[in-house]
C-alpha cells in the first residue's frame, strides 16, 4: 500500500479543515463568499472570475432549479443545481453537465446560492431574468451535448475566418 506523504497529508488535513469552517460559518447564520473550481457550473461560473454567495438553508424549503452547496460521500463540498426532488431525496446536475447525482439526503445539504458576484458585480439569484433563464437551462438539459457541439463548430469556423 503506498504511503501518502506527510505533504499531501496535511494538504488534505487543511482541506478538511477549510470546509468545516465553511459549513459552521452557515450554521451559524454567516453567508459565505467561495470562487468555485473546475467548470461543472460553467456557464453560471467562471473558475477564478466569479464568486458564489452562500447563506444557510432548509432543504425543505429547497426547489428545482435552486443551487445548493453540499458534501459527497467521498468528502468534497460541491456546488450544483437541484434538478429533480423526490421522497428519496435530492436530485442535482452542474450546468455544464448531463448526468444526474443523487439521491442526496437533507444532512448533505449545507446551504444555497443567494448571489454572484462577477468582475465585482453583484446580482441576486431571485432576480426574475436569472429564475427564467436558469429554467430554460435546466429544461436544456438532455440537449446541452448537442448546444456544446454547435459552438464549438462555430467557433472553430469563426476562427479560420
Not at 19 to 25: N, P, V
Not at 86 to 112: A, C, M, W
Not at 133 to 142: D, E
Amino acid at each position: 500500500m503506498p504511503r501518502i506523504s506527510s505533504v499531501r497529508r496535511i494538504r488534505q488535513m487543511e482541506f478538511f479543515m477549510y470546509t468545516y469552517d465553511i459549513e459552521q460559518l452557515l450554521k451559524n447564520g454567516s453567508a459565505v463568499k467561495l470562487k468555485p473550481q473546475g467548470y461543472s457550473m460553467y456557464p453560471l461560473f467562471l473558475p477564478g472570475r466569479d464568486e458564489a454567495v452562500i447563506e444557510h438553508c432548509v432543504p425543505s424549503e429547497l426547489h428545482r432549479g435552486d443551487v445548493i452547496l453540499y458534501r459527497r460521500v467521498q468528502g468534497i463540498l460541491v456546488l450544483h443545481r437541484i434538478c429533480r426532488i423526490t421522497r428519496d431525496g435530492f436530485y442535482l446536475v452542474g450546468d455544464n453537465q448531463t448526468e444526474v447525482e443523487g439521491p442526496l439526503s437533507p444532512e448533505q445539504i449545507h446551504g444555497k446560492l443567494t448571489g454572484v458576484v462577477r468582475n465585482g458585480k453583484s446580482f441576486s439569484v431571485s432576480h426574475p431574468i436569472y429564475r427564467m433563464l436558469s429554467s430554460i437551462w435546466l429544461f436544456l438539459r438532455p440537449v446541452r451535448p448537442f448546444f456544446w457541439s454547435v459552438t464549438a463548430f462555430f467557433r472553430r469556423f469563426f476562427q479560420k475566418h
